[in-house]
C-alpha cells in the first residue's frame, strides 16, 4: 500500500527578518506542502518591535522562543533558532523544515538538514542572497504571501490592492524555454507537469505568482512565447520559433 501520510514539518521563524504580515499567507502556503507540527518563532518580544507577530502568534498557535537582545552585535535568536534545528533534526521525527527568514546566515544550516537527507523549504524576500535560496529544496518570495499576490488579473476584494508583480511574464520565457530545451522530444512537445517539475530543479525560487500569475499555464500564455494543445487530459506545449531578422541591402 502505498504510503499517504502527511509530511511532519517543523516551521522556524527568524521575526527578525520576517514580516507579520506574511502569516497568513505563509500557513497557507506551508498547508501545501505538509502539517506544520511545530511552529516556533524567535526574537525578542519584550519590547514593541515586533508586537505585529506577538499579535498573531495565537490565531496560527505559533510558540516564541524569547530571546533577549542584550547586545548590538549578532542576536540570541538566530543561535536560538539553529541550535532547536539541529535537536528537532537529529530527532528524526520531521520529513521537512521551514526555514522562515531572509537572512544569508541560515544557509549552512539549510544545506546540513538538507545533508540529512530531509528536505528545507525557505520563506523571505526577493532581497535575500542566492546562496540561502539555493540552499533550499524550494524558496518562496514572501511577497507572494501578501494578499492579493500573482493575481494580477484577478478581481480583488473591496479593501485590497494586488499586490504588484515583481516580474514581468516576459522575463520568465528564457527560463521556460531551457527546461523545454532538457525535455523536449522530436517535435518539441513536453507535459505542462513535466516543464514545472524542470523548473523547480532549475531553479529553487520559480514562482508563477512572481511573475503575476497563479498558475504555471497562465504564464505560458501570458507570455505568448510557447505554442499550447491538449491530448486527452495532458496539457502540451512547445516553444514558438524566435524570429529573425530579415538581412536588407
Not at 68 to 73: G, Q, R
Not at 80 to 96: K, N, Q, T, W, Y
Not at 135 to 161: H, V, W
Request: aromatic share 8%.
Amino acid at each position: 500500500m502505498a504510503d499517504t501520510s502527511v509530511p511532519r514539518l517543523a516551521v522556524l521563524i527568524d521575526a527578525d527578518n520576517a514580516s507579520a504580515k506574511i502569516a497568513d499567507g505563509l500557513f497557507e502556503e506551508i498547508a501545501k506542502i505538509g502539517e506544520a507540527s511545530v511552529r516556533r518563532i524567535y526574537g525578542d518580544f519584550s519590547g514593541s518591535r515586533l508586537k505585529g507577530w506577538a499579535d498573531v502568534l495565537a490565531k496560527h498557535a505559533i510558540t516564541a522562543s524569547q530571546n533577549f537582545a542584550n547586545t548590538t552585535s549578532k542576536n540570541a535568536s538566530d543561535i536560538a533558532l539553529v541550535i532547536e534545528a539541529m535537536d528537532f533534526l537529529h530527532s528524526g521525527r520531521f520529513d521537512g523544515f521551514c526555514l522562515v527568514s531572509s537572512d544569508s546566515d541560515f544557509t549552512r544550516l539549510a544545506s546540513r538538514i538538507r545533508e540529512q537527507g530531509v528536505d528545507v523549504y525557505g520563506f523571505g524576500e526577493q532581497k535575500t542572497p542566492e546562496s540561502f535560496r539555493q540552499a533550499c529544496r524550494r524558496f518562496i518570495y514572501t511577497e507572494n504571501l501578501m494578499p492579493g499576490a500573482g493575481d494580477a488579473d484577478a478581481q480583488s476584494e473591496p479593501d485590497q490592492k494586488p499586490t504588484k508583480a515583481l516580474k514581468p511574464p516576459s522575463a520568465a520565457t528564457p527560463l521556460i524555454r531551457k527546461a523545454i530545451a532538457q525535455l523536449e522530444d522530436e517535435d518539441g512537445w513536453v507535459t505542462l507537469g513535466a516543464v514545472g517539475t524542470q523548473l523547480s530543479n532549475l531553479t529553487s525560487d520559480f514562482d508563477a505568482r512572481t511573475y503575476g500569475q497563479v498558475k504555471l499555464m497562465d504564464l505560458v500564455e501570458k507570455t505568448g512565447a510557447f505554442e499550447v494543445k491538449k491530448e486527452n487530459k495532458l496539457v502540451l506545449i512547445r516553444a514558438k520559433p524566435r524570429s529573425r531578422r530579415k538581412s536588407g541591402s
